[in-house]
């Protein structure tokens, strides 16, 4: 806690008089341009790795940034997503997968998740993932066909469907490179270049 509350007095002393302008705009607006659901995993940063000033991502942030497809009972992810489409009407959609993700080399190595029941029911969400993967264990395979079937989830939220359909949301699928910081875009058959070099 003392590394974080320095960091608050650093934000507070240096960082944040340097944008007060950005923040007073910020207070009475809310308008991000982008929904980015990325991993939980704390070594993967949108704002950082996007260069992202405050206000301009939708972050959405989950075990394996799995999105769970629609369903009768809403969750957290699907209030975020539809908040981000419907009330702010974000233009673009990002779902970021990261190399050495911890859920996908849980799934990918089998893992024993007997013990962790809640990790082990929500990694559930990743099953289509599984059946696009041709190999066991290929972690980074894994990796980006679970970007390409969360974002098939992804459509099936009521809001970003109309969004897809009326042509006001465009989705991307992300792959950071976490010791390289690369990110590689992926095709729908799950083929990456490179977004930036």
Known sequence: MHDLAEGVARFQRDVFPA????????AGRHSPHTLFISCSDARVVPELITGSEPGELF????AG?????HGP?????????????AVLGVRDVVVCGHSACGAM?????????SGTQAIAGWLRHAD????????????DALVRH????QLANLATHPSVARALAERTLTP?????????GRVDVLTPTGHPTALAS
Do not use: M
């Not at 944008?19 to 910020?26: G, P």
């Not at 940034?65 to 497809?69: G, H, S």
């Not at 991307?172 to 390289?180: E, L, M």
């Open 172 to 180: 991307h699928g992300w792959v950071y490179d976490i010791p390289t």
């Open 128 to 139: 289509a993932s599984q059946a696009r993967a041709a190999r066991t264990g290929d972690v």
């Open 105 to 113: 080399t849980a799934l990918a190595r089998r893992h024993d998740l």
């Open 59 to 62: 972050v959405v942030r989950t």
């Open 73 to 85: 009972c809403p969750d957290g992810v699907a209030a975020s997503v539809e908040y981000a489409v």
């Open 19 to 26: 944008k007060e302008d950005l923040f007073a705009r910020l």
């Open 146 to 149: 679970n970007v390409l079937a």
């Open 65 to 69: 940034n799995l999105v769970p497809a």
